[in-house]
């Protein structure tokens, strides 16, 4: 089977900073990845080189068979790339249906052809429903609490109807128990069939969601394979504890 | 409300108006209300770029005089009906529009608001220096008394007032239109975060470019007919300060995030400019928008529209 996602050895730099020195990545489909690094490893740079925010001078992405380079990011969008960001943006001015019909009429719309209204708020609801969010419909984003605007990003990448979800540190921040919420809702996502890559700092959750583990430090790949062997990998303890 | 019965209802407004005047019998107030309708031409123009997406243009007169110097060019070159004028006008600053959005949508916040004062700028140096529209001497517009339409006689001032009534139509179902469609969904976006609008699959600079053609030939089209208003165009007032001043004044005294703010601030502040030249003098009429905008920006910064609004939350049991 072929990787649905393949970064091939892209580098980028902010003037002199190289935050990301060759990278090489496959993802399968259905697959669920996590991405592991220290701060400043370049774990956020890489997620916007592969969703277009940002664009890789050296290597190439290519994306369900298809080369991404060039593309714009709501380009990128359309061909089923979607990400969460590791600080909310939600469209403040928006309630919380309008915020997941955006994705759904600019994105799901290109694809599959104009979507009856209805069908839309029906969608908008199901999704809301799926985060625990359908009683707020209506409200708009500045009410909600800091796990609920977590669980309204990923719900608005969910309504693009991606075919992968980059979850950018969905659950700094978040207590034990919404930490668990927040998983058991990505394995859901997973079980209808969108591969996920989970980036995190936690690692307990990293754990139990990966089934592969990629560790990027100072913007290099170091380690990547099975959760259980990667962590144990001395050059993985040496980047996370020091010598 | 559809579109078409919205649009209805407010030609029957716009005809229930000219009779009124109509009735009242004293031809000032056409003269008076063509200037508030061109106001409500001009903020709606400019809250669909500035208030939709959040782009500030300070360039607003830029645009208004190329819409009164495409007529003045066109007046020279090869007289035809103002109607047509309009249509002309409306094209040549949607063009302007699309290459200033082309050349500056990669900017924001200030640095987007000062390449439209620039343009402005750059373009009155053109006027100035360019003969054939009359250059700073400015350009005389000889207009009959009276036009017979359809058999009918009526004052050509009415007439510029009822071809200023249909573009301030025309620019009100516009603006209502993008706000109710999945247009006005996508400039939203951009207002709001627009890293976040593409990751949603928005093309932000496709809507952009949208936004400043539509609004670039709304602000044309209001320009258009000036030059037989006024009878005498000079760069200094189809560029004056008032027209970039009042609209973006307006759309924020009224509330930029809806239809209906522009055109209530332009016809309140409209309505009391025109007042106070009548009974003070034309010159207290940036004081008083500086005045208001100040107090505005202050105590209610989502403008009247805004202030209703959050009477309405308070009052109503959650």
Known sequence: MSALLHVKNISKRFGGFVALDGIELEVAKGERLGLIGPNGSGKSTLVNCICGALQNEQGSVHFDGEKMDGLAAHERTHRGLARSFQLPRPFVSLNLADNLRVPMLYTVHKRSGPLHADSIDARCHELLRLVGLDQKARHMPRDLTQVEMRKLELARAVAAEPKLLIADESMAGLSHSEIEDILLLLKQLNESGITIILIEHIMSAVMSFSQRLVVLVSGKKIADGKPEDVVRDPEVVRAYLGQ | ?318
């Open chain 2, 1 to 318: 409300m559809s579109t078409l019965n919205f649009t209805i209802l407010s030609v029957l407004v716009g005809l229930a108006i000219y009779v009124g005047g109509h009735l009242f019998g004293v031809g000032y107030l056409f003269f008076a209300g063509y200037t508030i309708l061109q106001y409500v031409v001009l903020s709606s123009a400019w809250n669909i770029l500035g208030g939709y997406c959040g782009y500030v243009n300070f360039g607003s007169a830029a645009f208004f005089a190329l819409g009164a110097y495409s007529t003045v060019f066109f007046y020279k070159f090869h007289p035809m009906p103002i109607p047509v004028l309009i249509v002309i006008s409306a094209v040549v600053s949607g063009i302007v529009g699309l290459g200033m959005g082309y050349l500056t949508l990669r900017l924001r916040g200030a640095f987007f608001a000062i390449a439209t004062l620039a343009m402005a700028v750059v373009l009155q140096t053109l006027v100035v220096n360019w003969s054939y529209v009359g250059g700073s001497r400015g350009a005389y517009i000889v207009r009959a008394d009276t036009i017979t339409i359809a058999g009918y006689s009526i004052e050509y001032i009415e007439y510029l007032f009822l071809l200023m009534m249909a573009i301030a139509i025309l620019s009100i179902v516009i603006s209502r239109t993008i706000a109710r469609t999945q247009l006005g969904f996508g400039f939203a976006t951009i207002r709001d975060d627009e890293l976040a609008a593409e990751s949603s699959g928005v093309p932000t600079l496709r809507l952009k470019l949208i936004a400043t053609t539509i609004s670039g030939a709304l602000m044309g089209m209001a320009g258009a007919p000036f030059p037989y208003y006024i009878g005498y165009l000079q760069p200094a007032s189809a560029f004056g300060l008032e027209y970039g001043v009042n609209s973006i004044a307006m759309p924020i005294i009224g509330g930029t995030t809806s239809w209906v703010g522009p055109l209530i601030g332009a016809v309140l502040l409209g309505s009391l400019q025109q007042i106070a030249t009548v009974t003070i003098s034309s010159a207290v009429n940036l004081l008083i928008v500086g005045l208001l905008l100040v107090a505005f920006v202050i105590i209610a910064p989502n403008g009247l529209v805004g202030l209703v609004q959050s009477w309405q939350r308070e009052r109503s049991p959650k």
